[in-house]
């Protein structure tokens, strides 16, 4: 596609400034929209392997991500009560070299500061929420909420669960509750004292999960997250204060090593756990979809992002090689929706490494250079 189309990414999360970059690499004029007044050090951690490692790579910003976060000694699953392993994956080198690269915990806000050093300056425009976007025979018109608007060629949606691109081409629908809530915390491992636990683990069980890892080399931050049955949620999509006496009272039973993990957490925080039913319209003339906007998915598989900087690897390559847009964006769902799929039905099912896995398919495969078919 012409070097000269302009592209307005609307969202600067982590598929959003993935496929900026990427762009703008191969020379595309690119500017990332992004409601937020600023970025700021919140969110929490965020489980990636070799398969956004490799993406990463092109862009030059492996050892940043590898040197901020930590690259666990391996994942573990264990029995809720009994403390049992149920699996574990062991990340030594010999594992690096299958998949082709590392698996990395690192806090979310960390890699989203890594992401936005090979943008060129000014290409973040903040304080600008999507009012509406309009067709013109000169291409599509984006109108923001702070009164600015502009033209461009093309517009990737990469804003998220509650997408404002979706909306426009979709029709507006609420994201689905799924009856979970998220209590989660991340606090100074040195509240840990002398209690010695692995670098990523994952506790099972009957009806809830924790997850529990460092974020950091130092191993000087630990990040804590339940998934909990919840039977309603009446807020939005934003967390509301939790205390540590809910959190631990919710995994009552769990094994002691577990329980002090959780009452070492400070400032708890607790989300609702939502996703989206599975629906593959994800482009309408010069418009695209990457992310959370377009296939959510539950966070059990510790996917979401994956999911999101594989597609914005995948998207950029196919409106580089690509003739016109829609060429681009049908090859480019094609590529994606198999995969994205089966992620969704793996997150739903929540059995994921639970015991012995297949899982070369998902941390062997590279966006970067896997074969493209051609589009159905």
């Not at 109108?143 to 669960?161: K, L």
């Amino acid at each position: 596609m012409d070097r000269q189309t302009r592209i307005a990414v609307v969202g600067g999360g982590l598929a959003g400034l993935t496929v900026a970059a990427l762009l703008q690499r191969n020379g595309y004029p690119v500017a990332v929209y992004e409601q937020t007044p600023n970025f700021s050090r919140i969110g929490a951690g965020i489980i990636l392997g070799a398969n956004v490692a490799k993406v990463l790579r092109s862009l030059g910003l492996e050892p940043s991500f590898t040197e901020t976060g930590i690259r666990p000694d391996a994942f573990v699953s264990r029995a809720w009560d009994s403390g049992e392993t149920l699996y574990e994956l062991v990340f030594d080198a010999a594992c690096e070299a299958r998949f082709g690269g590392p698996f990395v915990n690192i806090h979310r806000a960390d890699l989203h500061r890594i992401l936005q050093t090979p943008l060129a300056p000014g290409t973040i425009r903040f304080g600008h929420r999507l009012a509406g976007l309009e067709e013109t025979p000169g291409g599509i018109t984006l109108t923001f909420d702070n009164g600015a608007s502009t033209e461009v060629d093309i517009v990737i949606g990469a804003d998220g669960i509650r997408s404002r691109v979706r909306d426009e081409i979709l029709g507006h629908e609420q994201p689905r509750f799924i009856g979970r809530i998220a209590p989660r915390a991340v606090f100074p491992a040195e509240r840990l004292g002398d209690l010695a636990i692995r670098d990523c683990t994952k506790w099972w069980g009957p009806d809830r999960h924790v997850l529990v890892y460092y974020m950091t080399a130092r191993r000087d931050e630990v990040y804590v997250m339940a998934a909990i049955p919840a039977d309603r949620w009446d807020g939005d999509g934003t967390p509301i204060p939790g205390t540590r006496d809910d959190f631990v009272s919710a995994l009552e039973g769990f094994h002691p090593e577990l329980l002090r993990a959780a009452e070492a957490a400070t400032d708890v925080s607790v989300w609702p756990i939502m996703d989206r039913p599975r629906n593959d319209t994800w482009h309408k003339g010069r418009v695209v979809l990457m992310g959370d906007a377009c296939h959510a998915v539950r966070p059990f598989m510790a996917a979401g992002g994956s999911m999101a900087i594989e597609d914005a690897a995948i998207l950029h390559r196919c409106i580089v090689e690509a003739t016109d847009t829609e060429a681009a964006f049908r090859r480019y769902a094609a590529n994606r929706i198999p995969r994205v799929a089966e992620v969704q039905r793996i997150s739903i099912a929540n059995t994921w490494m639970h015991g012995p896995t297949e899982v070369d398919w998902f941390f062997a495969y590279d966006p970067s250079t896997a074969p493209l078919d051609a589009a159905a």
